[in-house]
């Protein structure tokens, strides 16, 4: 079938070039030149495990050619089904703003004014409940002069991908759901769907466009609240003097637990749980209703990065006035670049406040987190941010930091205290972990 993939995002290019390789032939469309010159040479525009090998087969100048980029949104005139994978951004109040996805559909629906045949526009990104039936649909009805359901299908299918691993959940999907309010655009959905669905045997849930979205949310919502809680049982842990991770272990051979999410430490960033719970959380305020779990869950993910310096400032008498302190990951996770929501810029922050000078090492994040945090100094190496350190925090647990040893005999004051649990103990190192 041929795709159309509005928005070359961390979601977007994902999907496009994951739909390419599943044999569709993909369109990719964004308004940065840039982005799509770097997909047509064959090139990955963001980093993400798995994405430039799939770009190299399927776009490159020696690919199958199933893949192509444009800024033209005249092609998805020649495509069957267009996906908008474009940014929802979180207001200051925390509700989404929708206006680069009502832009988005605006320009589809002027393109689709002159297509002859049905098309399924299908909304992948997150939106709260009643976005694509109130908000997405009407425009694309006014834009393109046509109706929903008569001469155009709009359907919405949530995406469950975590960066770092966002090719392989895609290729290897928990469940497939598919919200459409017209047979036939759900049809077409299933049609795009269908070789990862046999592929994968993954369930796959049909439903209606309002419950789709809320079905993302309710999972994200899930998800977060799971490593607050482990977090607040964790810094009572801590309080106790117990370790927090062995009592992890045995709650999680509970099935009805699970041992998934039960890594307490600094939090979760990204950007999905942050925004998309307090998207749920304003969409519940404005029905009167007070959602205090997933209130609570944001607060104690709030508080965690404090936490961490705090431990720190015990080891240093409280004084962090010139103190030189090594920031071990930027990235919100492993395996990524992204630095929305990193819990690192908390933590720089509380430091700097605090008085510290910064020096921070990521393997692949130094480059984007200018954009947020000012005044840190940015090496190439752990053991580069390790030198001379008065002490050091762990903010991303990449796997090279379990490998450090003898780098930390160089600080000047070896204090480190671990926010995900990927330090050794051993002699020579005043070691603390966030919730053991």
């Not at 109706?147 to 991908?161: H, I, K, Q, R, S």
């Not at 759900?186 to 796959?204: I, T």
């Not at 419950?211 to 977090?231: D, P």
């Not at 810029?345 to 000012?374: E, F, H, K, S």
């Amino acid at each position: 079938m041929r795709i159309s993939v509005v928005g070359s995002g961390y979601v977007g290019t994902t999907v496009a070039a994951c739909f390419a390789d599943l044999g569709h032939d993909v369109i990719n469309i964004d308004i940065d030149e840039t982005v799509v010159e770097t997909i047509n040479a064959g090139e990955a525009p963001i980093h993400e495990e798995g994405l430039s090998e799939l770009i190299v087969e399927h776009a490159g100048p020696e690919g199958t050619g199933r893949l192509r980029a444009t800024t033209d949104y005249d092609a998805v005139v020649d495509t069957k089904v267009t996906f908008l994978c474009l940014p929802t951004p979180q207001n200051d109040d925390g509700s989404i703003d929708l206006s680069i996805m009502e832009a988005g559909a605006s320009q589809l629906g002027e393109t689709l004014a002159d297509a002859a045949d049905w098309h399924t526009v299908v909304v992948k990104s997150t939106v709260v409940p009643g976005s694509t039936p109130d908000t997405i649909t009407p425009i694309l009805e006014v834009e393109s002069g046509k109706t929903a359901g008569e001469d155009f299908g709009v359907g919405m299918n949530p995406e469950f991908l975590r960066e770092g691993t966002a090719v392989h959940d895609f290729l290897n999907p928990d469940k497939v759901v598919l919200g459409a309010d017209d047979d036939r655009a759900l049809e077409d959905m299933r049609s795009v769907f269908d070789p990862l669905v046999e592929a994968a045997d993954a369930p796959v849930v049909e439903t209606d466009t309002r419950t789709a979205e809320m079905i993302k949310y309710a999972n994200n919502s899930f998800l977060a609240a799971k490593v607050s809680l482990i977090n607040d049982i964790g810094n009572i842990c801590k309080e106790l003097g117990v370790d927090a991770y062995e009592v992890a272990d045995a709650i999680g051979l509970d099935d009805r637990i699970s041992e998934q999410f039960l890594q307490s430490g600094v939090g979760f960033g990204g950007s999905c749980f942050p925004k998309d719970v307090r998207a749920i959380i304003s969409a519940a305020e404005g029905t009167g209703y007070d959602p205090a779990v997933l209130n609570a869950a944001i607060d104690v993910n709030n508080r965690q990065p404090e936490r961490l310096v705090a431990l720190l400032a015990d080891h240093l008498d409280g004084e962090f006035e010139g103190a030189q302190i090594a920031v071990l990951g930027l990235a919100f996770k492993p395996g990524t670049d992204d630095m929305r929501n990193s819990r690192a810029i908390p933590v720089i922050r509380d430091l700097q406040a605090r008085g510290a000078t910064v020096t921070a090492y990521d393997p692949v994040a130094a480059d984007n987190a200018p954009d947020y945090v000012d005044d840190v100094t940015y090496v190439d190496s752990a053991a580069a941010a390790l030198e001379g350190a008065d002490g050091a925090v762990i903010v991303t647990d990449w796997d090279e930091f379990a490998a450090l040893d003898e780098e930390f005999d160089a600080m000047a004051t070896p204090i480190v205290v671990d926010g995900r649990r990927i330090i050794e103990r051993r002699d020579g190192i005043i070691y603390e972990g966030l919730t053991w």
